[in-house]
T-cell receptor
């Protein structure tokens, strides 16, 4: 069973702090990884994708991928209350190509 | 306007009803998906279509019947559902089914389904 694991949280951080969201995956053949943000009652919206080992930065967001450790993370700098949401990690497996597997998500609260 | 639109946004149906969810994507993508999202559970992939051909049926009960008349439209026909089928049903699309590139999934706003 191909799985993507996330701590369900909630993760609580003060406004202005760095929020660190973590994800592990079991399919060693996974090549593409995605972070989505989902506000309560809304659909997931894409934040970032990452294919290569290392860091990828986009504004206040940095995605980190370590394929050897099968680990993906998302850092949110200068966290804002509007960042409070559930963050979904997803990986696209090698086998079959089209099975994007989602984690259950981590709830993040940013306290003002 | 979002690139993937779903209707209706909310649906309440009895267990003997027949209803359909509709999805349309305006992104020029070739792949479309149905996902189910229940409380506290990961997104569950239900169906995948590529160029109107179904390429994945992820052990979904036959009371859910997808239809993809063209690469821009996707339907989910619902018949004799159970209360446990109540969930958020998300339509999504991607450029294609590539392993690395072009496979970023974009979601519609979702259809909240309640079965009574």
């Amino acid at each position: 069973q191909k799985e993507v694991e996330q701590n369900s949280g909630p993760l609580s951080v003060p406004e202005g702090a760095i929020a660190s969201l973590n994800c592990t995956y079991s399919d060693r053949g996974s090549q593409s990884f995605f972070w989505y943000r989902q506000y309560s009652g809304k659909s997931p919206e894409l934040i970032m994708f990452i294919y290569s080992n290392g860091d990828k930065e986009d504004g206040r967001f940095t995605a980190q991928l370590n394929k050897a450790s099968q680990y993906v993370s998302l850092l949110i700098r200068d966290s804002q209350p509007s960042d409070s949401a559930t963050y979904l990690c997803a990986g696209r497996g090698y086998t079959g190509g089209f099975k994007t597997i989602f984690g259950a998500g981590t709830r993040l609260f940013v306290k003002a | 306007e979002t690139g993937v639109t779903q209707t209706p946004r909310h649906l309440v149906m009895g267990m003997t009803n027949k209803k359909s969810l509709k999805c349309e994507q305006h992104l020029g993508h070739n792949a479309m998906y149905w996902y189910k999202q229940s409380a506290k559970k990961p997104l569950e992939l239900m169906f995948v279509y590529s160029l109107e051909e179904r390429v994945e049926n992820n052990s979904v009960p036959s009371r859910f019947s997808p239809e993809c008349p063209n690469s821009s439209h996707l339907f989910l026909h619902l018949h004799t559902l159970q209360p446990e089928d109540s969930a958020l049903y998300l339509c999504a699309s991607s450029q294609d089914l590539g392993r690395v590139s072009g496979n970023t999934i974009y979601f519609g706003e979702g259809s909240w389904l309640t079965v009574v």
